[in-house]
C-alpha cells in the first residue's frame, strides 16, 4: 500500500474558504488584539496588514476606521480577500523582500507567525528593511508569533502527531501534524498528511517557520532602527488563556507566543535587504 501523495501546493492557502473553516475567528479576535495595540501604542490611520491571507483581520481593521492595504503572496487568497473582506487595497507582496511604490504607513501589522516564513538570517533583513522602506518615521511594527524560546527543554508540542477534524461542504477533513526542531537550520518543520471523506488520496504536505529567540529578535530590530516597546508572551489572541478586552500587555516571554511592538526610531540606517525565494507561499498558524 503506497503512502500519502507528497503535494508542492498548499491545501489551505490554495482554498481560502477551506482556511476559514480550519482556523474560524468568528469574534475576529486577532483583528480585535491588533486594533486594541496600535491604539495603545498611538499609531496612525494607515496599517499595512502584511501576510493578510484571507483578508478578515484586514477587513477588521478597516471597519475600525483605519486606512488599510492587505499584502499576500497567495493569488487565491487575495482574490478570496476582495470578495469576502471588501474594504481595504489588497496587494500582491512578498513579505521577506517587497516595495510598496508612494506608500507610506503608520503601522505594520504582522500576524499568525508570518514573519516566521523569513528562514534565514538574510530573509529576516530583507523583512525588516523592506518594513521600515513602507513605515512614516515613529511607526510601529506589530506582530505576532511562535516562540523559538519555548522550545528550549520543552517537547510537549513535539514527535506525538496532533489529529485536528473539521467539516466543509459536506466533506469531513481530518490532518494529523508532526512538528519536528531541525536545530542546525533553526526551524519548527511540520510534516501535515490530510485525508478526507469523500475518497481523495491522502495528501502529505511540508512546511518550516524559523524559530526566534526573544534576544535575537530585539538585537535584529536595532540593527534596523527599531526600538521595542513590548515583546511579551500573552495575553494575545492565541496565547492560554486567550486575550480578552482591557488586557494589558504581560512582562515574560517564556510560552509558546510572541508578541512584538517595536518604533521605527532610525529610519536613516542604510537599507541591506537579503536575496529571497521566489514562489514560495506563506500559510499562516504553525
Request: hydrophobic share 35%.
Amino acid at each position: 500500500m503506497s503512502g500519502p501523495r507528497l503535494s508542492t501546493q498548499n491545501l489551505l492557502t490554495d482554498n481560502p474558504e477551506l482556511y476559514e473553516a480550519r482556523f474560524p475567528d468568528p469574534d475576529r479576535l486577532a483583528g480585535r488584539w491588533a486594533e486594541d495595540t496600535l491604539r495603545r501604542y498611538g499609531s496612525g490611520p494607515r496599517v499595512l496588514d502584511l501576510g493578510c491571507g484571507t483578508g478578515r483581520d484586514a477587513a477588521h481593521l478597516h471597519r475600525a476606521g483605519r486606512t488599510v492595504t492587505g499584502a499576500d503572496l497567495s493569488d487565491a487568497m487575495l482574490s478570496y480577500a476582495r470578495a469576502q473582506h471588501p474594504g481595504p487595497e489588497y496587494r500582491r507582496a512578498d513579505l521577506r523582500q517587497f516595495a510598496l511604490p508612494g506608500r507610506e504607513f503608520d503601522a505594520v501589522v504582522c500576524l499568525d507567525s508570518a514573519l516566521l516564513h523569513c528562514h534565514t538570517n538574510a530573509e529576516l533583513d530583507g523583512f525588516l528593511a523592506s518594513v521600515r522602506g513602507c513605515l512614516t518615521p515613529g511607526g510601529l511594527l506589530v506582530a505576532e508569533l511562535r516562540n523559538g524560546a519555548f522550545f528550549l527543554g520543552r517537547t510537549e508540542l513535539l514527535g506525538a502527531p496532533r489529529v485536528d477534524g473539521f467539516m466543509w461542504r459536506g466533506v469531513a477533513y481530518e490532518s494529523t501534524t508532526t512538528l519536528s526542531v531541525d536545530r542546525t537550520a533553526q526551524l519548527l518543520r511540520r510534516t501535515r498528511v490530510w485525508t478526507s471523506d469523500d475518497g481523495a488520496a491522502p495528501v502529505e504536505q511540508r512546511s518550516a517557520w524559523r524559530l526566534l529567540f526573544p534576544q535575537e529578535l530585539r538585537h535584529m530590530l536595532a540593527g534596523h532602527g527599531f526600538e521595542v516597546l513590548a515583546l511579551h508572551d500573552g495575553p494575545g489572541p492565541r496565547s492560554e488563556p486567550a486575550w480578552r478586552e482591557g488586557d494589558a500587555p504581560g512582562s515574560v516571554t517564556d510560552a509558546d507566543r510572541l508578541h512584538l511592538v517595536a518604533r521605527l526610531n532610525r529610519p536613516d540606517l542604510p537599507v541591506t535587504s537579503g536575496r529571497t525565494r521566489q514562489g514560495h507561499r506563506h500559510e499562516r498558524h504553525p
